[in-house]
């Protein structure tokens, strides 16, 4: 059967757009100054701290109890990793510094570089775009509206909005719906291979094309994506074999 046309592409956000992960390092340095000016601490027990918070970022649920916030989530998440780190209680305070200086430092560090923005202004005078990322809904909407990249989207779907997010197909689907094309139709662009690349595959897209920078996960595991390029900014490249 002759393969369909590329009319749509599929982008993720976090570290296929935006550089998320160098923007988490800027904003825990921010509270590693802060914790210092607070606490009476060596590094060691700092990075004990960091690593317990990352832990329960990973491991955090998206249900939440009625009336709570994924902000108050958040700072319980630091109020137990300081807590459990110098044993002691009654730090809320300090717990809810260091949450907000850890979130405003990262969101005022993402960005759309100029070269992602004229790529995006490029791309879509030929195909339809739409923006799928995963993750909690507040946490995701934020990160949107901070580099302020709706304008270059046919369509942004927060998948935390939603029953089910990748690499289920069901998200997939409600993104073809929105762009009105065929699976066949589409290019899944991200830098995650359990999300984006194998979702890209249950959903049955043209191809999946992964986002790898060398110092990240290796290509070693059962997920194998059609194309793979380190930068978002080689995506031509790869369109074009498509044509």
Same mark, same amino acid.
């Given at each position: 059967?002759?393969?369909?046309? $590329?009319?749509?592409?599929? @982008?993720? #956000?976090?570290?296929? #757009?935006?550089?998320?992960? *160098?923007? +988490?390092?800027?904003?825990?340095?921010?509270?590693?100054?802060?914790?210092?000016?607070?606490?009476?601490?060596?590094?060691?027990?700092? /990075?004990?701290?960091?690593?317990?918070?990352?832990?329960? &970022?990973?491991?955090?649920?998206?249900?939440?109890?009625? +009336?709570?916030?994924?902000?108050?989530?958040? $700072?319980?998440?630091?109020?137990?990793?300081?807590?459990?780190?110098? *044993?002691? /209680?009654?730090?809320?305070?300090?717990?809810?510094?260091?949450?907000?200086?850890?979130?405003?430092?990262? =969101?005022?560090? &993402?960005? &759309?570089?100029?070269?992602?923005?004229?790529?995006?202004?490029? &791309?879509?005078?030929?195909?339809?775009?739409?923006?799928? !990322?995963?993750?909690?809904?507040?946490?995701?909407?934020?990160?949107?509206?901070?580099?302020? /990249?709706?304008? @270059?989207?046919?369509? $942004?779907?927060?998948?935390?909005?939603?029953?089910?997010?990748?690499?289920?197909?069901?998200? @997939?689907? =409600? /993104?073809?719906?929105?762009?009105?094309?065929?699976?066949?139709?589409? $290019?899944?662009? +991200?830098?995650? =291979?359990? !999300?984006?690349?194998? +979702?890209?595959?249950?959903?049955?897209?043209?191809?999946?094309?992964?986002?790898?920078?060398?110092?990240?996960?290796?290509?070693?595991?059962?997920?194998?994506?059609?194309?793979?390029?380190? !930068?978002? #900014?080689?995506?031509?490249?790869?369109?074009?074999?498509?044509?």
């Amino acid at each position: 059967m002759e393969a369909k046309s $590329v009319k749509a592409i599929l @982008f993720d #956000l976090d570290n296929t #757009l935006i550089e998320t992960s *160098g923007a +988490g390092e800027v904003a825990l340095q921010k509270t590693r100054e802060l914790l210092k000016s607070k606490l009476s601490l060596d590094d060691d027990a700092i /990075c004990s701290i960091f690593d317990k918070f990352k832990q329960k &970022l990973l491991h955090e649920s998206s249900d939440r109890l009625p +009336g709570t916030s994924q902000d108050d989530v958040r $700072v319980c998440h630091w109020e137990e990793s300081i807590a459990e780190t110098i *044993g002691r /209680c009654s730090i809320s305070d300090l717990a809810s510094q260091c949450y907000y200086m850890w979130k405003n430092s990262r =969101l005022e560090v &993402l960005c &759309l570089t100029p070269e992602v923005r004229n790529l995006l202004k490029q &791309l879509r005078s030929r195909y339809k775009l739409l923006l799928l !990322t995963n993750g909690d809904a507040q946490t995701q909407r934020e990160k949107v509206e901070a580099v302020k /990249c709706e304008e @270059f989207f046919d369509a $942004v779907v927060i998948a935390g909005d939603h029953a089910e997010q990748k690499p289920f197909p069901s998200i @997939f689907q =409600l /993104c073809f719906d929105q762009l009105e094309v065929e699976a066949q139709e589409c $290019v899944m662009v +991200g830098d995650n =291979l359990d !999300t984006d690349i194998q +979702g890209g595959f249950n959903a049955g897209v043209r191809a999946t094309v992964w986002i790898h920078r060398a110092e990240r996960t290796s290509l070693d595991g059962p997920v194998k994506p059609d194309y793979t390029i380190p !930068t978002v #900014l080689d995506l031509p490249g790869v369109l074009a074999q498509l044509q």
